[in-house]
């Protein structure tokens, strides 16, 4: 099964939203593999969002994800990278569909509630970049004959 990184950014934890949408992935039948809560640096975050060096916004960016601690989740199920970010919706929460995290959480094109991988190889990559082998857990949840059908699995 695929592993897709999430990150539950700085404004999800100041406005407690923490449990709401850990609660989304849940529901969805998502399995949680991983969970923590960390402090980002200006090194890690170089790293993650590289691909934006560069922009305006880059620095305020930075800056705003380490004004708090942020949850990183490890989330797996078939397809889990794709799922994940149709569920997160369109960057700027006010372009996101209402139904998606963006869209029912916020109004921002920053302060946008979680980061999700964008593609297989970036979920292996991002997975790596914010947890250690042994803070990823193989358990096999109960009901997995009922969240897919036999030849899904
Ligand atoms: P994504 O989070 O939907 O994958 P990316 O383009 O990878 O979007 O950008 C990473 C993050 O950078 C966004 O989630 C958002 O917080 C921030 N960001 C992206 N574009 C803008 C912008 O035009 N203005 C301000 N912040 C932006
Ligand atoms: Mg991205």
């Not at 960390?38 to 993650?48: A, N, P, S, V, Y």
């Not at 797996?76 to 997160?88: D, F, K, P, S, Y």
């Not at 009901?143 to 699995?153: F, H, Q, R, S």
Request: proline content about 3%; hydrophobic content about 40%; some cysteine.
């Amino acid at each position: 099964m695929e592993k897709t990184l999430v990150l539950l950014k700085p404004c999800t934890l100041q406005r407690a939203l923490v449990g709401e949408i850990i609660t989304r992935f849940e529901r969805r039948g998502l399995r949680i593999a991983g969970i923590k809560m960390m402090q980002l640096t200006d090194e890690i975050l170089d790293e993650h969002y590289g691909h934006l060096k560069g922009k305006s916004f880059f620095q305020i960016l930075k800056d705003s994800m380490m004004s708090t601690p942020i949850i990183a989740l490890c989330i797996e199920g078939i397809e889990a990278v794709q799922t994940v970010r149709l569920m997160a919706g369109a960057t700027n929460g006010r372009y996101a569909n209402p139904g998606t995290i963006r869209g029912d959480y916020c109004v921002s094109n920053q302060q946008n509630i979680v980061h999700a991988s964008d593609s297989l190889e970036s979920a292996e990559v991002e997975i790596k970049r914010f947890f250690k082998p042994e803070e990823i857990f193989d358990y096999t949840p109960s009901n997995l004959a009922y969240m897919y059908a036999l030849d899904e699995l």
